[in-house]
């Protein structure tokens, strides 16, 4: 494995803080000066890691290859599940139309529900890691706190699938400077999206499709969510009240979706 190296943007921000840290101790008469370079430098990781598809923090697929695009291949991820309600109607719909998705996972629900996880595998769709715990605090974890999350997220994935995961997103996509030396070491890949739905928080099937139609183009990754779905007026998760609509307008437009493996490939 190649030697891990920070982007300029950390290292910059690192120096940055080096040196307001030293100009506080060798020039104390000027620390309200040196206080403003710190909270600069860290306001900029800080901004940084709370744009899920930035990528001055590390590498982020945040849309697929040139070659997928000129494929005319999109991705479907569908994150928060398995869920026992959801998911196997989602696959239902997936299967009726021949489509294959990623599925980002989250580790304490693929062990409440393991023949759903062995299930979507089984369906020929892709299993991710979307944590162990996704926990809302995950951007405020430390190096450790983070590589255990992940790890126990792949232990739990590769048991089940008999296929170690490759690639990783954060709990609504937020992180800090120190994901990308973790993911360098369990050699993972931070993925992001090109278009979000918001599907967790807005129940209208129409805006939902909309969100992610408008402006679609080859080489966009899709973010949808299986659990944690919002609910239409009628009480309908509305990734199901959606999803058909969606698939049949990606085909209109001679769009192919993909995993994210076949993508890469």
């Known amino acids: 494995m ?30 309200a000066g040196w206080l403003t370079l710190l909270a600069l430098a860290q306001g900029v990781m800080t901004g940084c890691g709370l744009l899920p598809r930035c990528t001055l923090l590390g590498p982020n697929l945040n849309r697929l290859p040139a070659a997928a695009a000129q494929r005319r291949e999109v991705a479907l991820t569908i994150d928060d599940g398995p869920d026992p309600e959801v998911t196997p109607q989602v696959l239902a719909q997936l299967a009726a139309a021949d489509v294959k998705a990623t599925f980002f996972c989250i580790g304490w629900r693929a062990r409440q529900h393991p023949a759903l996880l062995r299930a979507i595998v089984a369906a020929g769709h892709q299993v991710e890691n979307h944590g162990d ?10 190096p450790r706190r ?25 709990t609504a ?17 931070l ?3 090109t278009r979000r739905a918001y599907d967790t928080r807005c129940g209208n099937a129409d805006t939902v499709y909309h969100r992610l139609t408008d402006g679609l183009d080859a080489g966009d990754i899709l973010l949808l969510h299986d659990g944690h779905a919002a609910r239409t007026t009628d009480g309908q998760p ?12 990606l085909n209109e437009r001679q769009l192919k979706p993909v995993t994210l493996d076949a993508a890469l490939k």
């Not at 255990?148 to 089940?160: M, R, W």
């Open 238 to 249: 509305v990734i199901l009240a959606m999803l058909p609509r969606l698939l049949a307008t």
């Open 191 to 193: 993925a992001s999206w």
């Open 133 to 142: 715990g996704h926990s809302n605090a995950f951007a405020l974890y430390g």
């Open 173 to 189: 996509g937020l992180r800090n400077p120190f994901l990308d030396a973790v993911l360098h070491r369990l050699d993972l890949r």
């Open 2 to 31: 190649a030697r891990y190296r920070p982007t300029p943007t950390v290292v910059i921000c690192l120096l940055l803080h080096a040196l307001a840290v030293l100009g506080v101790v060798l020039m104390p008469a000027h620390w």
């Open 146 to 170: 983070i590589e255990a999350d992940l790890q126990a997220g792949n232990a739990t994935f590769s048991e089940l699938t008999g296929r170690r995961p490759r690639f990783f997103r954060p």
